[in-house]
């Protein structure tokens, strides 16, 4: 019944336009900055093709902060060890990286290493904050969605905060940290 009364629809609005095309020319009246290109006369619709301009500049409304060099090297807070098994965090508790931004845009990122209560995330388990994670381990977006991913130090290449065969220590947001992938 609903199909039968779409068609019927459909019938009434061709109907109502008498079936005829709108075949007249529409009258434009030309600008300035441009020229016409080939086939076209400046009243007649379709236009022709191509043409040129020579009154448009290209713009943008991005705009840089320029902030001067400050000098001035990030640094880590740390409240624990993030790259060892024993973090120095208290029981159920594992250590994470942290990035505050300052409200000063030239000014350089606050990186910390913080105690907070851990979950049992290890190498590609979801997750959907960094709690979800164990000790060792960060909640990162990849490719293959949200995913606890082993962290490793982007500085160090000597010892167990490296990544296992096969794999690469990425850098995150937080200065001098990755994560195995």
């Known amino acids: 019944m609903r199909l039968k009364g779409l068609v019927s629809l459909g019938f009434g609005v061709l109907a109502s336009c008498g079936g005829n095309t709108d075949t007249s020319k ?64 208290p029981n159920g508790q594992a250590c994470f990286p942290a990035v505050r931004s300052t409200l000063d845009p030239c000014q350089p990122e606050q990186y910390y290493y913080i105690c907070s209560y851990a979950g049992n995330g290890m190498q590609w388990d979801d997750c959907t904050s960094a709690n979800d994670c164990s000790q060792g381990f960060v909640c990162v977006v990849t490719v293959a969605g949200t995913k606890c991913q082993r962290t490793c130090s982007l500085s160090d290449t000597t010892n167990d905060t490296t990544c296992p065969p096969g794999m690469f220590c990425d850098p995150i947001d937080v200065a001098g940290v990755g994560t195995c992938s």
């Open 26 to 89: 529409v009258e434009l009246s030309g600008g300035t900055g441009g020229s016409l290109g080939t086939g076209g006369n400046g009243s007649e619709w379709p236009p022709g093709s191509g043409g040129s301009s020579t009154g448009g500049r290209n713009y943008s409304t991005y705009t840089a902060i320029g902030c001067p060099d400050s000098g001035v090297v990030p640094t880590v807070t740390k409240e624990c060890d993030l790259f060892s098994a024993v973090s120095g965090c």
